[in-house]
T-cell receptor
């Protein structure tokens, strides 16, 4: 069974500073994918970034980057130059290995990020 | 590019009533997922469709829940004889083929049981 752990219920950061949101995962499969989603108070889940288990380089998307440490089973999200609009819940999620067709996601409990002006 | 659309956004109903939610996925996506999210938790998988075929259902999906995706387009999720514990946000997501493809979520339907 797959499991995602997000140990930070809440994080605070000053505007324009960088912040790291932690995510550790547990799986016995060698092939998997990791996603980060943002959920503002309005409720929609917004896809941010993806990392495949076989990807050699850490994923980056604009101000978002993923610090992927496979041996430690961690996939931390780094947000650079925080903006007030970054205040939201952030979820780390994992998909099962390739080979099937159901890529259902297993989510962590999330981290509530607050960006202070 | 139209995103995933869910209706209604909010549903308030009395315990014991039946409710039905609709999800319109991104048109070229053949995969459709339903998740449930309760307060303070991440979404939990309920069921999955590939085209019109329902290929997996979670144990969370009791006999009171049924989902359909006729013709592989929109999907409906029906809850019969609603209970207090059904109060949650119901999220629909769609994706195209490929494990690296992200699931795109709708805004969700928030269900409140009185």
């Amino acid at each position: 069974a797959q499991k995602i752990t997000q140990t930070q219920p809440g994080m605070f950061v000053q505007e324009k500073e960088a912040v790291t949101l932690d995510c550790t995962y547990d799986t016995s499969d060698p092939s998997y994918g990791l996603f980060w989603y943002k959920q503002p108070s309005s409720g929609e889940m917004i896809f941010l970034i993806y990392q495949g288990s076989y990807d050699q380089q850490n994923a980056t998307e604009g101000r978002y980057s993923l610090n992927f440490q496979k041996a430690r089973k961690s996939a931390n999200l780094v947000i650079s130059a925080s903006q007030l609009g970054d205040s939201a819940m952030y979820f780390c999620a994992m998909r099962p290995p390739s080979g099937g067709s159901n890529y259902k996601l297993t989510f962590g409990k999330g981290t509530l990020l607050t960006v202070n002006p | 590019d139209t995103g995933v659309s869910q209706n209604p956004r909010h549903k308030i109903t009395k315990r014991g009533q039946n409710v039905t939610f609709r999800c319109d996925p991104i048109s070229e996506h053949n995969r459709l997922y339903w998740y449930r999210q309760t307060l303070g938790q991440g979404p939990e998988f309920l069921t999955y469709f590939q085209n019109e075929a329902q290929l997996e259902k979670s144990r969370l999906l009791s006999d009171r829940f049924s989902a359909e995706r006729p013709k592989g387009s929109f999907s409906t999720l029906e809850i019969q004889r609603t209970e207090q514990g059904d109060s949650a946000m119901y999220l629909c997501a769609s994706s195209s083929t490929g494990g690296h493809q992200p699931q795109h979520f709708g805004d969700g339907t928030r269900l409140s049981i009185l």
